[in-house]
């Protein structure tokens, strides 16, 4: 049989691979500059585009679907050319991809810090660039399975399974939490509300993680690892069991995201159920990479790409041990809220997706620019700096954690808060907060020490821009597989069946767990005394919103006596049938703000933003003056009632056209006390709007005032 000859694309390869590398400098640069600010207030720098609420999500973004987004597509694009034996099926729709992907994240650098974001994590951006998302995913799905149509390879390699199920989730994902109506260009509002938005927002987070951050790197790994050490995967069949398993447990734990919350508890159960489930197929992965190393020990101690993929599988089976641990309640309900959450996330991303990609760029850039590595000390200088760096940053992370949960948790022997005023215990973690920067420093030294490495590599060698191969048809290759198959290895051959498989079975617990929220609106108790925002009021939620505000301050009270002695009454689920989006947060670094409303005067909110530590001494939040000096913009208010109309909200018929009228007289009263304190502030303020939504908050249920200490 002839040799069919053909040539692989590598300089969309080397494309994304040079996107990763920038990307990852930038994005790991602003996340430096985030943690920074969390021990030094200056460096949110006096401008509201700088300030943490508005460029902690530019850093998730940026290192989410900017450095990792661009490191999947280099490895996939390199890997299913290889293991189809053909190239990708369009060079144009290979370019259009690179670049459509480069202006969505040039669109958030551009928006994020501007104040457009819709709230939700992980899915920040607006309406518009969400769609041009849509659009780019689906003209990498029809290149990826165009490829695999034209493909000379029968059967799809364990790696090209992950990529199908990586596809196809994260496209029901995008799709089903962007149910948005828009307000205008760049503002909308979620079509869901409180319980069931916050069910759909975790469904989608925990699911994005699993299916962007982790599906497609376990299908890199399935093939780097083996051309790197030379060696067979260990076991085909577990490859079966943890690519089944993983995809339809996973789909089911977003809800424990939400323990102790008012999500219903079936929901909640259901989560924590599957989350635990989750150990078993995550180490099987774990587990058939570490041993496909089985007789190569001595190549890991010389060979440096090998050590950054055990240092990925390890801390890959730590984050996936401890993630289900975190589902337990008792657990949760220490750790949740406080910075061992944020080691744990970091142990994933530094550990598994940032080793994962170093270790593959090392070994890829050398092969497709037909050289070797321009210097070996240099990757081992960046291995081990790396590592410390992880080390440096989680270790303190897990320590601040837990002095959290426990110092949130303690009472006296007389039965009182120990710590009633929640800004000890910010102060108490500010020295793990600088250990955490100096470990992010000693990472991003290693990712500036490989981009010159790799930059050096490229310089002493050409890139194999079209890479010549050959092999058989399919036709000769299909021949020569089916004697003797199993069933999955009939199924590899029937790509459009193996990809509605993989849909089913990502469905069921989504379907099992979702269909309930178009319905659950009617479940949630209802409480007449929860009336709509006021016309300001939901002026001042759109700049909370604006300011990134959720990034630090929860708005969920949970059922436990330390939060109801702090806070007030638990949180209930119908107090939040009008929040579009709902603005539970899943971070405290400030104290929940759910019951703050009329707990605190007018003025004092007023000098709070003007000067937080004024009113805090030793608060690390920082000042917003401009919401003192830029004047309101009502000229949305009209739009944004009618769109919360259109979503359900009861205002009364032509709200909307006295909206502002309304809006005025509320302001007027709110600025009349504020000259009762000798403060003088203009109703059209935006520092009116927001102090008029923080003194709403939680004001529609009587509370009982005495058991909230005088001071958070």
Known sequence: MQLEKFNYDNRIVRDFGIATLVWGIIGMTVGLLVAMQLFKPELNMGSQYTTFGRIRPLHTNAVIFAFVGNA???????????LLKARMFSDVLSKIHFWGWQLIIVSAVATLPLGFTTSHEYAELEWPIDIAITVIWVIFGINMFGTIIKRRETHLYVAIWFYIAT????????????????????????????????????????????????????GMMYYFLPKMANRPVYSYKLSILHFWSLIFIYIWAGPHHLLYTSLPGWAQSLGVVFSIMLIAPSWGGMINGLLTLRGAWDKVRDDVTLKFMVVALTSYGMATFEGPLLSIKQINGIAHFTDWIVAHVHVGALGWNGFL????????????????????????????????????????????????GLMWKEFTPEGLLKYPNFLATTLQIIPMHMFRAAGGACYLAGVIVMTYNLAKT??????????????MGVGASLAAAQAGEGWHRVLE???????????????????????????????????????????????????????????????TVRPFRSETERYGEYSKAGEYVYDHPFLWGSKRTGPDLHRVGGKYSNAWHYNHMLDPGSMSPGSIMPPYPWLISQPLDTSSTAAKIN??????????????????????RQATTIAADLQQNNIKAAPDREIIAIIAYLQRLGTDIKLNQDSIPSNQ
């Open 167 to 218: 596809f196809v989730t994260i496209a029901v994902l995008h799709i089903v939490n962007s149910f948005e109506l828009p307000v205008s260009f760049l503002k909308s509002y979620y079509a869901y509300a409180g319980v069931q938005d916050a069910l759909v927002q975790w469904w989608y987070g925990h699911n994005a993680v699993a299916f962007f951050l982790t599906t497609p790197y376990l």
């Open 458 to 471: 490229m310089q002493q060698g050409k890139l194999i821009a079209n890479e010549p191969a050959e092999a």
């Open 357 to 404: 990609t170093f270790g593959v760029l090392y070994w890829l850039i050398p092969r497709i620019y037909n050289t070797r590595l321009y210097s070996a000390k240099m990757a081992s200088f960046h291995f081990w700096i790396g590592t410390a760096g992880i080390l440096l940053y989680a270790i303190p992370m897990y320590w601040a954690g837990f002095t959290q």
């Open 643 to 664: 769109a919360m109309t259109k979503l359900g909200v009861p205002y009364p018929a032509g709200y909307a056209q006295q909206a502002n009228a309304d809006l005025r």
């Open 493 to 555: 051959r029937k790509p459009m069946k193996f990809m509605v498989l993989a849909l089913i079975a990502i469905l069921i617990g989504g379907m099992v767990e979702m269909m309930p929220t178009f319905t659950i609106q009617a479940n949630v108790p209802t409480i007449s005394a929860v009336k709509p925002y006021s016309a300001l009021e939901l002026q001042g939620r759109d700049l909370y919103i604006r300011e990134g505000c959720v990034s630090c301050h929860t708005q």
């Open 72 to 82: 999947i597509f280099m490895g996939v694009y390199y890997s299913l050319q290889r």
